[in-house]
């Protein structure tokens, strides 16, 4: 403790002594005279550093010449100080600051640097080396520390719960050096629709302002900050929108076969996420062997849409005695939508001709689709080709075979 206190005393002496001094005159040529010593630095000045945060910072100072007058007792010293703070770091090698960040190397009698290692923000400011002539000669630099963006969490909107047609305003706060410039975008590169503006790929400012707010403008929104120093830091905030449940379903009313199986369809829109049931009339259906129940997601919906879907096997007579209703719930309300059966009629098919021939229904085939295959009759069709060249071959030679009888007569 008292080391410090010795410093400290130390470091006021020193400054007031350099405060003090009388101030001299100067010859033409700029040169620092008085009748005691004579100096010049070897530079015309020190050079302005810009560096970022982390790295280190030097800053050299070197004397040209220096003449004594031998019966002077003073002895010359290189002081190192702050001047916007009015601090001595340094005098000499002699470290005052207890900155275990600061130190000061002498590469031989004239030449001195000041180097400050992990340079901070708070590390900005007007270095000078000054050397105790009268009056007192100095060279002086300025160090301006650039500071990547950080984004201030306590003064940036994190998660937004908004109802749908209401206003939405986003806030995003950045430090840095220089000052950071705020840029907005959603995560899934959708357009920002912003007040007073028209829809925007990108929007910079602090606040982002969207108005009467949608469900389509649900979703993740990117405040990201830069001020040329990297790195570049970005904050998400999730933005949902409430409203009220709505259904679709189609068609309400819906033919099916006895026997087959059939699919009841109801897409929904809500959030938060609703609760979701079918009913056969006022029972709530489940899982089971007679009906199955699933929710699906398509690819590229937004979260809050789905499909809900019903499917009944086997459909029998005591289905289209039935309402199924697909039922959506949440705490901003309740939405339903019914579906109805009715029975599709099998296709009947009369008895037809096929190649001249009568067939029944048992050389019928149905497809799939309910479509009529007719089955070939007994005989391939190659056969029935050879019997009427066999046919007209005959004819042939029945014709010939009166022709010469026709001309044996006549003869």
Known sequence: MWIMWIRRLFQCVSFIVLLTMTTGKKNGKGKVLNKQRELEFAMPHMKNLTIQQGQDAQFFCKVGRIHKDHNSQNKLQLVWIRLDTQTILAIEKQIVQDNPRISVHQHDRLEFTLHIKNVQPEDSGVYACRINTKP?????AALDVRVPPVIIAADTTDTVMAHEEHDVILKCKATGHPSPTITWQREDGELIRTRGHDRVRTYKGSVLHIPKIKRTEMGTYLCMASNGVPPAVSQRISVNVEFTPKLWVE?????????DSIELKCEVE????AAMLWFQDSNVLSNSDKFDIRTEIS??????????????????????????TCSADNHNGKKEEVIKLHEK????????????????????A????????KKSPNGSSAQIAMCHWLLLTAAFL??????????????
Not at 300 to 323: A, C, M, Q, W
Not at 345 to 364: I, R, T, W
Not at 366 to 373: C, D, E, R
């Open 136 to 140: 007192f000669a100095q060279m002086k």
């Open 251 to 259: 068609p309400k009313y819906m033919g099916a076969w006895k026997g």
């Open 270 to 273: 809500a959030y938060p996420p």
């Open 299 to 324: 690819n590229g919906s937004p979260p809050y849409r789905k499909k809900f879907i019903l499917t009944i096997k086997k459909v029998d007579e005591n289905d289209y005695k039935h309402t199924y």
């Open 345 to 364: 009629e099998s296709p009947k098919y009369d008895a037809v001709l096929y190649d001249g021939q009568q067939m029944d229904e048992d050389n019928l």
């Open 366 to 373: 149905v497809n799939a689709k309910g479509s009529p295959k």
């Open 398 to 411: 029945c014709g010939l075979s009166y022709l010469y009888v026709v001309r044996c007569r006549v003869s």
